[in-house]
Each structure stands twice: as structure tokens, then as C-alpha cells.
């Protein structure tokens, strides 16, 4: 069985050291398309005075500084599951202080639910980071979609609200991709084949490579910030999104956004290039008002 909840459950948080350099940010930045507008956004691709984007939380420790890092398998105690058959499903941040552009922290995980969707299991692990003053850096909350999982007689897991307050966006903008964007992106240390061998993405069920999820999380974000919170990565404070669907390098993100109170924003992203087809949906911005 792929799937042993009890000992998922029960086992301790497993913790590792990670450390990262303004290379890694710089990269992680220039992923996400930073640096394309008029000024280059130096605030995020000059290591003069860098400013840590807070979704960097989501690679830190992964990418060029780590060394080399592959991924066959989802893997947690309990837990054992082909790659080709799990999504990343959803999710969420809490930025509890700023990232330093160069730092290490100890990052523990631990698999606190698994949902039993039928058709496929949900597994959710949360992470949080401590850097090495002991300072709570970051929780990540992380919702895996495990095709053929399901029907194990567990709880469903909670009822999803609304996608979208029932009024018109207060913003929408428009943020398109580059062909090569998701292998770019791979060097941030996520280097699943889906999103660069054809053959793979095939096998998964897709006519071609799609963008990772946490690349349309990170672009998304960056969207956000720059039409509704003046430019400043700071003021995003958690982020929390559902993936409802994929983007192929190349299309355009639609994001609508709405305010819904000093510290709330709703968001839905969908594709532009295919009848705004649902990508991220359920998402909820937190901010620092300025």
C-alpha cells in the first residue's frame, strides 16, 4: 500500500538544514520574470540592497547552491508514491519575518492529514523554518494530489469556500510567460521531467510540459504585489492558493483581484489563452497595510 496512514501520522517531524545565497535568490527572482519591466525591478535582481521576494521560502535550500537534487518519488514515513501520479494541489504561506537574501535555517516537516478524495488521497505535510538565531522564518502548508490513493475510508477533508467574492474584481492583470520559463524555474531545484520531457508529461496526462505549480504561485504573487500593494514584496505576508489547473509555458496568466478588507485580498488567476481556464482559484492574499 502507497498509503500507510497511521505510521504517516504518527511519525515525527523530520528536519534538515538548508542554506542559500543572493545567487539563488537572484535566480529564484528572475524565474518568476522579474527584471523584464523598464527599470529591471533592480530592488529584486541587483544583490545591492536585494529584497527577498517572500515566496523564495517555497525553494530555499534547493537550488544552485545545494548541489544537484533529483526527484523520483514522493517519499514521507508511511508514504511511497510514483511520481507520475501526484499534482501539487494546493498551498499556503506565513511569512513571520523577512528572509535574509544570504541564510540557513532548520526546516522540519511532517505529514499532518491525509484526505480521502475518492479517486485520488490529499496528503497535507506542513514545514516550518527557524533560522539560525532561532527565529520562526516561515510555515508552509502543502496539499499533494495522489491519483488511485483514495477510497482508504478516511475524512474527505474541509468544504472549500466561495472562489471568488460575487461582485466584480477590483484589478485584473495580465502576466504572460516565455516558452522557456519552466526550465528556467527547474534550477530553482524542483527538476520533475513533467515540466521539460514531452514523453513525461505524456505519461502524466498532458499534451505537453506544463509550469510547475509553485512557479504560477511565485508569478502569481508577484502579480499581486505589483498591482495591489504599490511594488512592495514585503507587505504580502501570507498566501494560500488552490491549483485548479495548469498553464503551459508561453500562455498568459489573468488575475482578478479583490479587496476585501485592509489585510485581505481574494484572488483568481485563470488562463487567458484558453476561455480563462481556472489555474489558481480559493486564494487569499494577507498583507501588511501600508
Not at 498509503?3 to 504518527?10: E, G, M
Not at 498551498?91 to 480521502?116: E, F, I, Y
Request: glycine share 10%; charged share 20%.
Amino acid at each position: 500500500m502507497a498509503i500507510d496512514l497511521d505510521t504517516a501520522l504518527a511519525a515525527p517531524a523530520a528536519c534538515r538544514e538548508i542554506r542559500w545565497d543572493t545567487r539563488d535568490v537572484l535566480l529564484y527572482h528572475l524565474s518568476l520574470g522579474a527584471g523584464h519591466g523598464a527599470d529591471a525591478e533592480l530592488g529584486l535582481t541587483l544583490e545591492k540592497d536585494l529584497t527577498v521576494f517572500p515566496t523564495f521560502a517555497m525553494v530555499a535550500g534547493q537550488g544552485i547552491s545545494s548541489g544537484p537534487r533529483t526527484m523520483e518519488r514522493v517519499e514521507f514515513p508511511g508514504i511511497d508514491i510514483d511520481l507520475y501520479k501526484v499534482l501539487h494541489a494546493g498551498q499556503g504561506l506565513v511569512v513571520h519575518a523577512p528572509l535574509p537574501a544570504t541564510g540557513s535555517a532548520t526546516v522540519s516537516t511532517k505529514v499532518v492529514d491525509v484526505w480521502d478524495k475518492g479517486k485520488a488521497a490529499v496528503i497535507v505535510a506542513q514545514s516550518e523554518a527557524t533560522g539560525a538565531d532561532g527565529t520562526l522564518l516561515w510555515t508552509a502548508t502543502n496539499q499533494i494530489w495522489a491519483r488511485g490513493e483514495g477510497a482508504f475510508g478516511g475524512q474527505p477533508g474541509p468544504e472549500a469556500g466561495p472562489a471568488a467574492p460575487d461582485r466584480a474584481p477590483d484589478l485584473v492583470v495580465e502576466t504572460p510567460t516565455w516558452p522557456g520559463q519552466a526550465l528556467l524555474y527547474r534550477l530553482n531545484g524542483d527538476m520533475n521531467p513533467l515540466h521539460a520531457d514531452p514523453d513525461f508529461a505524456a505519461m502524466a496526462g498532458f499534451d505537453r510540459p506544463i509550469i510547475h505549480g509553485l512557479a504560477s504561485y511565485g508569478i502569481v504573487a508577484k502579480a499581486v504585489v505589483d498591482a495591489a500593494l504599490d511594488g512592495d514584496p514585503t507587505r504580502l505576508t501570507g498566501w494560500s492558493v488552490r491549483f485548479s489547473g495548469s498553464l503551459f509555458p508561453g500562455e498568459t496568466y489573468r488575475t482578478s483581484i479583490w479587496r476585501q478588507d485592509d489585510d485581505t485580498l481574494a484572488v483568481v488567476t485563470t488562463c487567458a489563452d484558453r476561455d480563462d481556464a481556472p489555474v489558481l482559484t480559493h486564494a487569499i492574499a494577507k498583507v501588511r497595510p501600508s
